[in-house]
Nanobody
Framework: QVQLVESGGGLVQAGGSLRLSCAAS????????MGWFRQAPGKEREFVAA????????IYADSVKGRFTISRDNAKNMVYLQMNSLKPEDTAVYYCAAQYLTSTATMKIGSRYDYWGQGTQVSVSS
């Protein structure tokens, strides 16, 4: 069992930065690939970024590539999403998720994730 708790959301002006954190419980955290997803009002949940348990592979949605960086610290059971050059269209609830023993082919697929956090709101004003 893995429990995930996100933090770090808030209101920021366009062009600003935020760093989201995801605290994970469970001894086998390092066995999970970790991902960030987001859902804006009236829209479907979409993939943002993911990282393998060794951090060798990171994957990003085209819409955030070059602006967002995902990282993890297995010793602290933490996953981070550094978001720079934020745009109003980045406004959404951001969710942290964990996927057990995956391949990179499934890291973008929300339904393949086993555990989810409660989400944290990110609002970007123009």
């Amino acid at each position: 069992q893995v429990q995930l708790v996100e933090s770090g959301g808030g209101l920021v002006q366009a062009g600003g930065s935020l760093r989201l954190s995801c605290a994970a419980s469970g001894r086998t955290f390092s066995s999970y690939a970790m991902g960030w997803f987001r859902q804006a009002p009236g829209k479907e949940r979409e993939f943002v970024a993911a990282v393998t348990f060794t951090s060798v592979v990171t994957i990003y949605a085209d819409s955030v590539k070059g602006r967002f960086t995902i990282s993890r610290d297995n010793a602290k059971n933490m996953v981070y999403l550094q978001m720079n050059s934020l745009k109003p269209e980045d406004t959404a609830v951001y969710y942290c998720a964990a996927q057990y023993l995956t391949s990179t082919a499934t890291m973008k697929i929300g339904s393949r994730y086993d555990y989810w956090g409660q989400g944290t709101q990110v609002s970007v004003s123009s």
